[in-house]
């Protein structure tokens, strides 16, 4: 259909810009400690603010996951172009002067649809993969929210491989993490008194401690809203993963009515994953059990990351 290439990208920094290991060892250097990383404008590889979705598969699966993700994006992508189209085509006789500039500027957008808006980046763990995009009109919690409600109202999946589909607004290098203060004080403006949790996540990286990246986000909430992690009205999700920091401020209905974005749970699959005949019996058990040992573990944070913000 659109090309799609189901092969990694690139490292989500490069090995040359990590400061410790690359993808087979564990990072252990914490956040910077440089004045200027408290304020200005959250910045990437390429000077740019960085966001997409972070997903997760069984692990050995992940070219083919991102095969199925990124053509679900591409579709829902597409057809949001398409009523963008639609919406403006009422007045296109009054913005054109002539046929000529019409059809230039026709060809222009299609040249803009077919423009690969999806990069797969390898961030330094096997089971995950984030998925950048490259166009940054696209708000990944606006597109992410059509595929989901559309899985929960049909209950029909759209893939094979994926597990959960997390939605990122800010993503940079773990030593640049003090950078999203901006972007979290945004969401939640002073004089607030909304309900929040954080949901946090560590993988390979022994240098990212619960115990201090809590209090460092929640320092950045203004003390007028108060923790509740059972029925948060916003949720912070922070995801830290070797050099990679992911976090995005989620509404907390959302959060919950898509099952912590598990697109598997949504679709009532958790008992009914697709597998070949001879091996469905022992994928479904050992499914099974990943599941409770997830939701075992969540509760555990939870507990927890209360105590932790609690102290802040």
Avoid at 52 to 68: A, P
Avoid at 126 to 141: D, S
Wanted: proline share 4%; glycine share 6%; hydrophobic share 30%.
């Amino acid at each position: 259909s659109s090309g799609i290439n189901a092969e990694y990208g690139d490292f989500f920094f490069p090995p040359s810009q990590q400061s410790k290991p690359t993808m087979s060892g564990n990072a252990d250097a914490g956040p910077s400690k440089d004045n200027n990383d408290n304020e200005g404008d959250l910045v990437g590889l390429d000077n740019t603010i960085w966001k997409g979705v972070l997903v997760s598969c069984n692990r050995t699966t992940e070219n083919k996951c991102i095969r199925e993700v990124i053509q679900i994006l591409t579709e829902y992508y597409e057809k949001s172009n398409q009523e963008d189209n639609t919406s403006s085509s009422s007045s296109s006789s009054k913005k054109y002067s002539s046929i000529e500039s019409e059809l230039a500027a026709e060809i222009e957008s299609l040249k803009d649809q077919k423009t690969h808006v999806f990069k797969p980046m390898k961030v330094g763990c096997t089971g995950m993969v984030f998925i950048r995009f490259l166009n940054n009109k696209v708000e990944p919690k606006d597109i992410i929210h059509k595929i989901f409600a559309n899985v929960e109202e049909t209950k029909k999946m759209w893939g094979r491989y994926t597990t959960k589909v997390v939605p990122i607004d800010v993503a940079v290098e773990y030593s640049h993490m003090l950078k999203i203060g901006p972007y979290i004080k945004s969401h939640f403006p002073a004089g607030g008194t909304e309900k929040y949790g954080i949901v946090y996540g560590s993988r390979n990286n022994n240098g990212a401690k619960r115990e201090e990246i809590i209090p460092l986000i929640a320092k950045m909430v203004p003390e007028s809203y108060s923790v509740d992690l059972s029925n948060p009205d916003k949720v912070i999700v922070v995801e830290v993963i070797q050099m990679f920091f992911a976090a995005c401020v989620i509404n907390g209905e959302d959060f919950r009515r898509f099952k912590k974005y598990n697109i598997r749970l949504v679709a009532g699959l958790s008992e009914q994953i697709q597998a070949p005949k001879k091996e469905k019996e022992k994928t479904v058990k050992r499914t099974n059990e990943e599941v409770s040992d997830t939701e075992e573990k969540e509760k555990e944070e939870e507990s927890e990351a209360i105590q932790v913000i609690n102290s802040k």
